[in-house]
């Protein structure tokens, strides 16, 4: 079953905009993590959040985090056509060895 | 440092025919987890394993799916007799400890594109 579930499911937007993904999930987490996979490649890790925290950068993407709301953002600021790819929240459960739980993706297309 | 390393990179088989998956992990890593994505959807963990050890099978269907990881190295994921549901990406994952509570970055292979006719 799948744990978290990201909305929208496809997103399309000009290059130079920001792109927004929002994730939910239903159990208690010890942290979540954005994953990205371009067409026919593997997923590539882009960004961990630990329940601890409530928002975290790395270059032009934004993480926040509302473990009350069960709920995550991925925003990607100034996007590139480069971006266009498939973006996967996954939810580390707590008190759990089982690793990650995947959503089922957004669709992102930049449009040049 | 060499990523995760999948063979073979497509199959077509028909079927009630079996088909085997190698993958290789990163040098080092002692988790090692195997993931079907039906096309449209997230990757579902089918088995993860701690060195030659498993940690989690529950989603593997063991009446035809089978995984090994001998010598806590390479593992083999292997379908018989294959279903036409079967038609997905199997993605091989490795980290570095995987160990509950511990986090650790997942680093993926380029996966096997599976089809059955």
């Known amino acids: 079953s799948q744990q978290g579930e990201e909305d929208p499911q496809a997103l399309s937007i000009q290059e130079g905009e920001n792109a927004t993904m929002n994730c939910s999930y239903k159990t208690s987490i010890n942290n979540l993590q954005w994953y990205r996979q371009n067409s026919g490649r593997g997923l590539v890790h882009l960004i961990l959040?630990?329940?601890?925290?409530r928002e975290k950068h790395s270059g032009r993407l934004r993480v926040t985090l509302d473990t009350s709301k069960k709920s995550s953002s991925l925003l990607i600021t100034a996007s590139r056509a480069a971006d266009t790819a498939s973006y996967f929240c996954a939810t580390a459960p707590s008190g759990s060895a089982r690793q990650l739980t995947f959503g089922s993706g957004t669709q992102l297309t930049v449009l040049p | 440092e060499a990523g995760v390393a999948q063979s073979p990179r497509y199959k077509i088989i028909e079927k009630r025919q079996s088909v085997a998956f190698w993958c290789n992990p990163i040098s080092g890593h002692a988790t090692l987890y195997w993931y079907q994505q039906i096309l449209g959807q997230g990757p579902k963990l089918l088995i993860q394993?701690?060195?030659?050890?498993?940690?989690?099978d529950s989603q593997l269907p063991k009446d035809r799916f089978s995984a090994e990881r001998l010598k806590g190295v390479d593992s083999t994921l292997k379908i018989q007799p294959a279903k036409l549901e079967d038609s997905a990406v199997y993605l091989c994952?490795?980290?570095?400890?995987?160990?509950?509570?511990?986090?650790?970055?997942?680093?993926f292979g380029p996966g096997t594109r599976l089809t059955v006719l």
């Open positions: 959040i630990r329940s601890n925290e």
């Open positions: 394993f701690q060195n030659n050890g498993v940690v989690d």
């Open positions: 994952a490795s980290s570095l400890t995987g160990l509950a509570g511990i986090t650790d970055t997942q680093y």
